[in-house]
């Protein structure tokens, strides 16, 4: 095919539709909400649980990168769907993971009824499935690497640079029930993983390869200038399983920051060893406000951790400021009724800020799938059951009932949530604390002469004192991070759970006016306005789970763009931005 041909097309790239997080005919409501943090992250903490919902990231990258005209609808309804393909397409390409492929099936089967001719296109993580072809009527699978694949699929130059998408993130934001606007975006600098950990779908998925997106440390900081001249954005969740691994790259985009004076912020996954590697100094310089580590479990030491005090590891990222969002996995085979619950209580000593904790599910590909098969230990649960919280799809050597599966995973946030408190406050103390640390660091470096040499990634002596200017621009981007927490901070007091981690919250009002002075006049009325809010929101609460919900489900809008038919996206590449985006309509 040529891009002659490819002009004539039209391609839809939608995802499945809502709502999410509601049982139906479709998909569950246990697991299946469309957020991370009040789904699998802060669960059972109420009122105090963060809410944000992110865009689905793969539909506006491949979008961007083919030449044919597209439209893009992310979170439609059932109603929207259908309506957008009154439009006229011949090709429509869906975005799906496992539990959701009877949604995938309702939409494919609807679209081969009424627009027989229409090419299907598949892609995402739920084209794992072994008999997919059986369920969903499609055409072609995805398999992998989207971009790659898409431009194959339509005769395009597969070498050519990426356009990255120019993306709000997240789509909406709310703190103790008060809205708030998005500021951040996101950064998709590659995907997949050379460790191939056998349980891992997100490396299996790419076989074991990492395939990377944007490849230069240049690349990165390019798009972020995009993003920030176009959003205004300075903060960025990184999409990567761990996007430091390639160090040459994070090196090469601290020395641009610096030398353009950018002093951008990220969230991203980051595994302990490469934390170590390349060490604290770098992490708080880079402007790391959030990491993610995955520490599995406490006995089945992976290489990754192997040696790694975590809870030092963990305790020096957050006296620096930096936020740790720790993640494992319950009901591995060494784990029973006693193991399980050391094995909880060891991941809550780490006194992360935020655990995610998963039960263990064995995504077909992946070598812990293909163990449990021989094994004829498999068992057969509906794909829309497989969503990591609730029952399991093998047979546990020491779980056997299915009630269990769920019931120990919610008293593992519960506990998480009981002992610690909650995660918004823990995350203000972090914030607050990194930025006394860094004021009093920078001092002591300045004042002893220590410099900043990107090459060797660490502070060095010279002969007389220098002023950092770009620590000193960064300790200012800590404090306004961390002024940003205070106003929640009353509210995290009030409805705190227990009576320590009530005295913790009152510790960490203490520690904000001990270093920022008392709160003024706009502070006090902020927070006032957030209790009042905590207080709608509890209430809340209580009659969603009056109506058998764990929770009030919240839902993503719509959201649509359409992108013009042009070859410039198959010619245009990170150097290129902003110029090269293609943009028609967007709401
Ligand atoms: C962001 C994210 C979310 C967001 C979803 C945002 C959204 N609007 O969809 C939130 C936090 C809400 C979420 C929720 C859940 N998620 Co989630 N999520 C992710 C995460 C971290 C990143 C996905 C992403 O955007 N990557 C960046 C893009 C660029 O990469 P990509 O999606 O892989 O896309 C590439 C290819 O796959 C391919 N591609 C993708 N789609 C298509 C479509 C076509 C047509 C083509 C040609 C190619 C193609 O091309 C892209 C570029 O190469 C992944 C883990 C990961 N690191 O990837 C898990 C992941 C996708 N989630 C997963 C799961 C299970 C869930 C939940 C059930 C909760 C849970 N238990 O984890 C819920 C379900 C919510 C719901 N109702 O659907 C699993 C899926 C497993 C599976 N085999 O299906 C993953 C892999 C995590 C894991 N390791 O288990 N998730
Ligand atoms: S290091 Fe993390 S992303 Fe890589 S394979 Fe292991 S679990 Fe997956």
């Not at 992250?41 to 979008?63: E, N």
């Not at 591995?332 to 904790?357: C, G, K, P, R, Y």
Request: proline content about 4%; some cysteine; hydrophobic content about 40%.
């Amino acid at each position: 095919m040529n891009n002659m041909i490819t002009q004539n097309h039209r391609v839809l790239f939608t995802s499945v539709f809502g709502p999410y997080g509601i049982k139906d005919r479709y998909a569950e409501a246990l697991g299946m909400q469309m957020e991370l943090l009040n789904n699998q992250v802060t669960r059972a903490q109420g009122v105090h649980s963060p809410r944000q919902s992110y865009l689905s990231f793969a539909l506006y990258l491949l979008a961007e990168n083919i030449s044919a005209q597209s439209t893009v609808i992310d979170f439609p309804s059932w109603k929207e769907f259908t309506n957008e393909l009154k439009n006229g397409y011949t090709h429509v390409a869906i975005s799906f993971i496992v539990p959701n492929v009877l949604k995938v099936k309702r939409m494919a089967e609807y679209i081969r009824m009424h627009y027989p001719d229409t090419k299907i296109l598949l892609g995402g993580y739920g084209t794992i499935i072994p008999d997919l072809a059986d369920i969903v009527p499609h055409d072609e699978a995805c398999k992998g690497e989207g971009v790659r694949w898409l431009r194959e699929y339509f005769g395009e130059d597969t070498s050519a640079p990426l356009v990255h998408p120019v993306l709000r993130n997240p789509v909406y934001n709310y703190t103790y029930g008060m809205k708030s606007n998005p500021r951040g975006s996101v950064l998709l600098t590659g995907t997949g993983c050379k460790n191939g950990c056998t349980f891992c779908i997100t490396s299996h998925m790419f076989k074991k390869e990492y395939l990377p997106l944007l490849p230069a440390g240049r690349d990165v900081f390019n798009t972020c200038i995009k993003l920030e001249q176009e959003l205004g954005a300075v903060n960025f969740m990184v999409m990567d399983e761990n996007f430091l691994m390639q160090k040459e790259r994070g090196i090469e985009l601290l020395e641009l920051m610096e030398m353009e004076k950018k002093t951008y912020s990220f969230v991203l996954f980051c595994s302990a060893n490469i934390i170590r590697q390349l060490g604290i100094d770098f992490f708080v310089r880079m402007g790391i406000s959030r990491v993610w580590v995955g520490v599995e479990s406490k006995t089945n030491t992976h290489d990754k951790v192997k040696g790694i005090d975590l809870r030092e590891l963990f305790e020096e990222l957050q006296s620096h400021g930096i936020a740790v969002l720790a993640s494992t996995i319950l009901f591995q085979d060494h784990h029973d009724a006693d193991t399980i619950i050391d094995e909880i209580n060891w991941v809550n000593s780490l006194n992360s800020d935020m655990v995610q904790f998963m039960n263990y599910t064995p995504w077909p590909t992946t070598g812990l799938y293909e163990k449990l098969e021989s094994e004829g230990r498999l068992k057969q649960i509906p794909y829309r059951n497989q969503h990591g919280a609730g029952e399991l799809s093998f047979d546990h050597p020491h779980f056997k009932n299915a009630s269990d599966h769920e019931k120990y995973l919610y008293n593992a946030f519960k506990s998480k949530y009981r002992n610690g408190g909650p995660a918004i406050m823990k995350m203000a103390r972090t914030a607050a604390r990194g930025y006394i640390k860094a004021v009093s660091d920078c001092e002591i470096r300045e004042n002893t002469g220590l410099k900043w040499n990107n090459t060797t990634i660490c502070y060095e002596k010279t002969a007389s004192p220098v002023t950092d200017d770009f620590m000193r621009a960064r300790i200012v981007m800590m404090r306004n991070e961390a002024l940003r927490y205070r106003p929640a901070l009353f509210a995290a007091m009030l409805f705190s759970p227990t009576s320590i981690t009530r005295r913790l919250s009152l510790d960490t009002i203490r520690l904000y006016n001990n270093t920022f002075g008392r709160p003024g006049l706009k502070d006090k009325i902020k927070s006032a306005v957030i209790l009042v809010s905590a207080c709608i929101e509890s209430l809340r609460i209580i009659f969603s789970r009056i109506a058998g919900k764990e929770g009030i489900i919240r839902q993503p809008s719509l959201h649509r763009v359409e992108y013009g038919a042009d070859t410039s996206a198959v010619t245009g590449g990170a150097d290129a931005v902003p110029g090269t985006r293609r943009i028609i309509t967007q709401k």
